[in-house]
């Protein structure tokens, strides 16, 4: 338990769900995963699988409509889901984790300087002045490669790559330890994600940042991963090291996943998924991916245990 | 009745003795750019002298990021805008010069998938209805005929049972039904070409590769031409037999694909293709080489060759200065470059 203690983060059973009109959506169900300090986590996954929504459990960010939310949420030892609203807020968000929120480079004002907007968390959740705020978002502006002159545009006056490494810059400046990214770069043209990606690189090298990093793009998602968990229908089915998972990945839905990867590099023809995931309303007791699997065999109605294998970990039956 | 109206002038052959379907020429969009409505204060060169041949039956790939113009350059092609100089050549006739009834016809010869299937199908229709309209605007009279015709594009695209695709409502159909039903109204009028604009840049990753094989198939079993536009380079070679490399209003290399992806000539096609990702652990490990700054104005771009403030080979007194024509390093690839002069 003390080596635990230890990691950075450190998710047990965490659950989430929907009211709807027409049943309960089971987005975030019994979610288990820990990362380490400097250590970078992607969350693989197709749209709907529930891992935007991991990301809002972890930062408490709900909507109204919440069904169930349980589990623990362990920040540096200590259990953030047993504080306050409040607290939750003056602790944990931004200070302990930010977050960079899906499409971030249109969610800033339109009628307030970038610079402004940057420094803004610093005031708010560290209590500094603002000149000292306005210092810190130069900084950090130097880290993802704004020019400085950009503190005092506006943003309709930065690009869309520009703007992204403000929203990045405004996840840094309070100095967390852990920084989720929900699709950093899925709206940007290939150079400017390639750009952003080694910003990120940077950031996690020079400040010793550790990344939550959302995305269902498997092939850039591979520019950051130290490790890799996937995600099928509110549950994780495979997490490992990025250098055992890319290569072979052991859950049929990860391998289908990573044979879908048209590749530049390889002459390897890309296959898909055959079937739709299943709504996350009234799922079935079997495991979530069987409908679809082309491995499965009877035991597979029964939902699988996870299951280690040489350090990695695994839902499915095969490996048991 | 629009097909006799219109005479088939000489048909142009290519250089491998296939026909030539559609032939550009020194084309160049411009848009006007206004200051209060009033006097022209600009132009935002969009396409600025783009000339290619497609070949019957051929599909190429248009590569290039946002704002390169790639959008304008199949705008004018499915001739909702006009050239501002040079033209665009449909089986031998000008589109400029065809006329409504001559463009009426145009438009059913092209098809266009569009990006965003969410947004290309109309919300209050039924596939039915999404279907049907082409059909009642191109002139098919009987009702019997237009179902039937719906019946036999939705089987292509495989959206079965058919019967209970009809009545469906676009809201009520995933991204990758929805993506289908738009492949099916581009191809319901039969025509000889089809434009893609980012088919599957919306879909996930596991229904893109769906989307592009029934693309293929289609492309083959018809016989289509096939203008794919992306940035996405890694699902280009599953896809097309030539790639036209464009930037900032120009196709900076044209060539087949197998000869760009092992040796691109040109330094920004060679960026794009660093900048791509395979899956790979080792990518971590490593810094990407990524050219700096970002695309040039279109308004007022830059002197010589457009890419030579962000080219790590630039010739200084050279590209900056002069804009480089198109050279011809190996047979069939092209590329605008004062390296390969």
């Not at chain 1, 690189?201 to 550790?210: A, D, N, Y």
């Not at chain 2, 179902?147 to 495989?158: H, P, S």
Request: proline residues 7%; charged residues 25%.
């Amino acid at each position: 338990m003390s080596a635990n203690r230890e990691k950075l983060l450190r998710v047990e059973d965490l659950v989430l769900h929907f009211r709807t009109t027409v049943g309960t959506v089971q987005a975030v169900d019994g979610i288990n995963f820990d990362l380490d300090y400097n250590r970078a986590v992607v969350i693989l996954g197709e749209s709907g699988c529930g891992k935007s929504s991991l990301a809002k459990a972890i930062l408490r960010l709900l909507p109204r409509n919440v069904g169930a939310y349980s589990g623990k949420v362990y920040l540096g030892g200590s259990d953030v889901m047993a504080l306050s609203d409040e607290e939750f807020r003056q602790n944990v968000r931004w200070v302990g984790i930010s977050m960079v929120p899906q499409a971030a480079m249109n969610s800033l004002n339109p009628v307030i300087r970038v610079g402004d907007q940057v420094a803004e968390p610093a005031m708010i959740h560290m209590g500094v002045k603002k000149e000292e705020a306005m210092k810190l978002a130069r900084q950090m502006f130097e880290h993802v490669g704004v020019p400085e002159d950009f503190l005092v545009r506006y943003p309709f006056e930065l690009s869309g790559g520009m703007r992204q490494r403000a929203a990045i810059a405004m996840a840094l400046v309070t100095a967390p330890n852990l920084i989720i990214l929900d699709e950093p770069t899925s709206a940007l043209d290939l150079l400017t994600q390639a750009n952003i990606f080694n910003v990120l690189k940077r950031i996690k090298k020079e400040l010793g940042t550790s990344f939550i990093l959302i995305t269902h793009d498997i092939a850039t998602s591979s520019e950051l991963a130290d490790e890799v968990a996937v995600m099928y229908a509110g549950q994780i089915v495979e997490t490992g090291e990025a250098k055992d998972f890319f290569p072979a990945p052991l859950h049929p839905y990860a391998q289908m996943l990573m044979a879908s990867v048209p590749r530049l590099r390889a002459d390897q023809d890309p296959e898909f998924i055959t079937g739709q995931p299943p709504s996350l309303i009234n799922l079935p007791p079997s495991c979530r991916f069987a409908p679809r699997c082309p491995k499965r065999r009877d035991r597979c109605e029964q939902d699988p245990p996870i299951i280690e294998k040489d350090g990695r970990k695994v839902k499915c039956w095969l490996y048991a | 009745m629009a097909e006799s109206d219109v005479q088939v002038k000489e048909q142009r052959i290519g250089v491998d003795g296939r026909p030539i379907l559609l032939h550009i020429e020194n084309l160049r969009v411009w848009f006007e750019l206004r200051r209060f409505g009033f006097g022209i204060v600009g132009h935002v060169r969009a396409v600025d002298g783009v000339s290619f041949d497609l070949h019957k039956g051929e599909a190429i790939a248009v590569v290039g990021e946002s704002g390169c113009g790639k959008s304008s350059l199949m705008r004018t092609i499915l001739g909702l805008y006009m050239p501002t100089e040079g033209h665009v050549e449909f089986d031998g006739q000008k589109i400029s010069e065809m006329g409504r009834a001559g463009l009426r016809w145009y438009r059913s010869q092209v098809g266009y998938v569009q990006q965003d299937p969410y947004g290309a199908l109309p919300p209050f229709m039924s596939v039915q209805r999404i279907l049907e309209e082409p059909l009642i605007i191109g002139g098919v009279k009987s009702k019997q005929e237009r179902l039937a015709r719906i019946r036999k594009v939705l089987e292509e695209v495989k959206m079965y049972p058919v019967e209970d695709f009809l009545p469906k409502f676009p809201h009520m159909l995933s991204g990758g039904q929805q993506q289908r039903v738009v492949i099916a109204r581009a191809m319901i009028m039969e025509p000889k070409l089809i434009v893609a604009d980012e088919p599957v840049s919306m879909l996930d990753a596991s229904v893109r590769v769906e989307i592009l094989k029934l693309l293929r198939g289609l492309q083959e079993s018809h016989n289509l031409s096939f203008i794919y536009i992306t940035h996405d380079l890694s699902t280009v070679k599953y896809f097309s037999e030539r790639i036209f490399v464009m930037y900032a209003g120009n196709l900076v290399e044209k060539g087949p694909i197998g000869a760009i992806l092992k040796n691109p000539l040109h330094p920004y096609t060679f960026a794009l293709m660093a900048a791509t990702s395979d899956p790979d652990a080792r990518n971590a490990e490593t810094y990407k080489e990524v050219p700096p700054g970002e695309p040039p104005s279109l308004v007022k771009p830059p002197a010589g060759c457009r890419f030579h403030p962000r080219c790590p080979r630039i010739i200084p007194g050279k590209c900056d200065v002069e804009v480089p024509p198109e050279f011809e390093p190996e047979p069939n690839h092209q590329v605008q470059c004062w390296l390969y002069q």
